[in-house]
């Protein structure tokens, strides 16, 4: 695996696209919003990983619930894996809690699932592998 983004939840995608390009020195690559989970995502390069901004779309998004109980800040962690139902069954069987069974689309041509993160220390991880 290698850690191919971490995303943070974000409030004002023009606030927060501005910081982070003064912060890294670079403009956003993309920006594509996910129905599905119904947010904005804004990609950064970082090296070898990415920052993706999330912001909600709608006040019943995940994204939205997030804020409202912690703030803004880190919100997942985002795992690039080779086969991606491999590893879901294989942490199914150790034990972690699945919130995405079978993966799903998600932003940057990925297929993606999350693992609950009450079995991974309170950190929401994500897999994601690319579309071939
Ligand atoms: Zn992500």
Redesign the pocket.
Known sequence: MKLE?I?IAIRNSADSEKIFAELLGSDSYKSENVESEGVKTTFFNVGESKI?LLQALDPQSPVAKFIEKRGEGIH?L?FEVEDIDFELNRLEELGYQLIHRTPKD??DNKR?AFLHPKSTNGVLI?L?QEKT
């Open positions: 983004h995303g993706e997942h985002a998600g932003a993606i994500e994601c």
